[in-house]
């Protein structure tokens, strides 16, 4: 269902509630995570999100508005929760977190058949040029080295740029989110060309609820669900699906 850029994209999910009324839920684009498409929101996060909620048997709305708005939802209260959210000291002033259902990682990847190993440490991959989206940032070890010119990178605009250079073997090692790489190569039919070769900073994501609106017991049941989808294999499967469809 669209309504109007102001308000976002809305999907909304029906079912009888045990915890009181419907749980209204932002998040911006930010694809395969969330994102729009044919009028209707989708992604990985979003087909989890929405799982869970239904196995908690509450309803909920979730709308796509810019992040800084999101933001801004949930310190005045005007919205229940946030997702992705990563956690802060300044954040945590004005939200609770549920436990972290999602990670963006910060990734290495190579050619199906390149050689190159990983031991561990990234300062042992020097000699090799390394790609990323111009303006990203790859972690603290790696910013480093970049800064100290021990390892040096070429850039582009988009994810899907680097993939097409790295294939053509303009570089050796591409540096991105990892799940974002899987899902351009999805759309380029290039899955199965590059490897993994190593995730280099892990960062946890969570559902950030606005303490405005006293969500303790969404939360409480929230991640006790979570647990469950984790332990029966729904929960991975969910993300398969995604990717295999």
């Given at each position: 269902m669209k309504i109007t850029f102001l308000f976002g994209f809305v999907l909304l999910v029906f079912s009888s509630t045990a915890l009181g009324q419907f749980i209204y839920l932002v998040s911006t684009e930010f694809p395969p995570y969330v994102y729009e498409e044919n009028e209707r929101i989708k992604g990985f996060n979003v087909d989890l999100?929405?799982?869970i909620f239904k196995r908690m048997n509450v309803?909920?709305?979730i709308h796509l508005v810019p992040w800084a708005r999101a933001v801004k939802m949930i310190?005045?209260?005007?919205?229940?929760?946030?997702?992705?959210?990563?956690?802060?000291?300044?954040r945590l002033k004005f939200?609770?977190?549920?436990?972290?259902?999602t990670s963006e990682d910060t990734t290495l990847f190579v050619l199906k058949n390149s050689p190159i190993q990983w031991n561990g440490d990234l300062s042992s991959l020097s000699p090799y040029q390394f790609g990323r989206v111009r303006g990203y940032n790859s972690g603290p070890?790696?910013?480093?080295?970049?800064?100290k010119g021990i390892i040096e990178i070429s850039v582009a605009t988009k994810t899907s740029q680097n993939i097409k250079k790295l294939l053509a073997k303009r570089f050796d090692i591409m540096v991105e989110e990892r799940h974002v790489v899987r899902f351009e190569l999805k759309k380029m039919g290039r899955i199965g060309e590059i490897k993994q070769l190593a995730i280099i900073q892990k960062n946890l994501s969570y559902l950030g609820f606005s303490k405005k609106r006293k969500r303790k017991a969404t939360i409480k049941a929230f991640n006790k669900i979570l647990k469950q989808m984790k332990s029966d294999g729904s929960y991975q499967r969910i993300i398969d699906d995604f990717y295999t469809k």
């Amino acid at each position: 269902m669209k309504i109007t850029f102001l308000f976002g994209f809305v999907l909304l999910v029906f079912s009888s509630t045990a915890l009181g009324q419907f749980i209204y839920l932002v998040s911006t684009e930010f694809p395969p995570y969330v994102y729009e498409e044919n009028e209707r929101i989708k992604g990985f996060n979003v087909d989890l999100i929405e799982e869970i909620f239904k196995r908690m048997n509450v309803p909920i709305e979730i709308h796509l508005v810019p992040w800084a708005r999101a933001v801004k939802m949930i310190k005045d209260g005007t919205a229940d929760g946030l997702f992705p959210f990563f956690k802060s000291v300044n954040r945590l002033k004005f939200t609770d977190y549920s436990d972290a259902y999602t990670s963006e990682d910060t990734t290495l990847f190579v050619l199906k058949n390149s050689p190159i190993q990983w031991n561990g440490d990234l300062s042992s991959l020097s000699p090799y040029q390394f790609g990323r989206v111009r303006g990203y940032n790859s972690g603290p070890q790696f910013e480093h080295l970049l800064e100290k010119g021990i390892i040096e990178i070429s850039v582009a605009t988009k994810t899907s740029q680097n993939i097409k250079k790295l294939l053509a073997k303009r570089f050796d090692i591409m540096v991105e989110e990892r799940h974002v790489v899987r899902f351009e190569l999805k759309k380029m039919g290039r899955i199965g060309e590059i490897k993994q070769l190593a995730i280099i900073q892990k960062n946890l994501s969570y559902l950030g609820f606005s303490k405005k609106r006293k969500r303790k017991a969404t939360i409480k049941a929230f991640n006790k669900i979570l647990k469950q989808m984790k332990s029966d294999g729904s929960y991975q499967r969910i993300i398969d699906d995604f990717y295999t469809k």
